[in-house]
């Protein structure tokens, strides 16, 4: 049972370009996690998706950032217009219900 | 104030000293993570814990809900422990998780 997948593991973008981030989740796992984690700083929330739903978006910025689970395929978080302050690491995570969640390798995200 | 505190922030050991990191929190949880991450690293889950005591291997972890607090324990400390440790909780029904800024130890030989 292969684990929560991510890519690309490292992403590099110049300033105003647009970024997607990819996650698939464990089989059998239905509920998705995006966590973003800058440079020195600790974790944070910022979406929980389920398969066509998003269900809590509070930790989103509000301008250009989005998220989506569709029925087939992975999650993708997309961030439009790059800019350097989105430079981080991002972590996707799954569980199979509102339990224990396994987390992916995180994405790399250099904005120049 | 941070919902979840950590201490310490940093933590030098030599090889073989038994390690306790703490976790203190000031929301109600249903469920709490300990995590692992080495340098550059993806999250390794070690443990999630709503009570009492789990242990695998040399760590071990403790929660002590009226409290609000708990502990990772490694004993036998080597130096591929070297990792930052993240205590991370589970926040009434919602499944987001609320983390700790994490706890980054080195152990030397």
């Known amino acids: 049972n292969a684990g929560v997948m991510q890519n690309p593991r490292h992403l590099v973008r110049r300033r105003g370009q647009e970024a997607r981030l990819r996650c698939s989740p464990m089989?059998?796992?239905?509920?998705v996690y995006w966590y973003r984690q800058l440079p020195e700083e600790g974790l944070k929330f910022m979406v929980y998706l389920q398969k066509e739903n998003i269900i809590d978006e509070s930790g989103m910025p509000k301008e250009r950032f989005s998220a989506e689970f569709p029925k087939e395929g992975p999650s993708i978080l997309r961030i439009q217009q790059v800019v350097r302050g989105d430079s981080a690491a991002y972590f996707c995570?799954?569980?199979?219900?509102?339990?224990?969640?396994?987390f992916g390798p995180g994405t790399r995200l250099t904005v120049t | 104030k941070n919902e979840v505190e950590q201490s310490p922030q940093n933590l030098t050991a030599q090889e073989g000293e038994f390690i306790t990191i703490n976790c203190s929190y000031s929301?109600?949880?249903?469920?709490l993570h300990w995590l692992q991450q080495h340098p550059g690293g993806g999250i390794v889950s070690l443990f999630m814990l709503s009570s009492g005591k789990k242990k695998h291997g040399r760590l071990i972890a403790t929660i002590n809900i009226q409290e609000k607090h708990s502990s990772l324990h490694i004993t036998a400390s080597h130096p591929r422990d070297s990792a930052v440790y993240i205590c991370?909780?589970?926040?009434?029904?919602?499944?987001?998780?609320?983390f700790g800024t994490g706890t980054r130890l080195q152990v030397t030989l």
């Open positions: 089989k059998g796992h239905s509920h």
């Open positions: 995570a799954s569980s199979p219900s509102t339990g224990e969640q396994y």
């Open positions: 929301v109600g949880i249903s469920a």
């Open positions: 991370a909780v589970y926040t009434g029904t919602a499944s987001k998780l609320t």
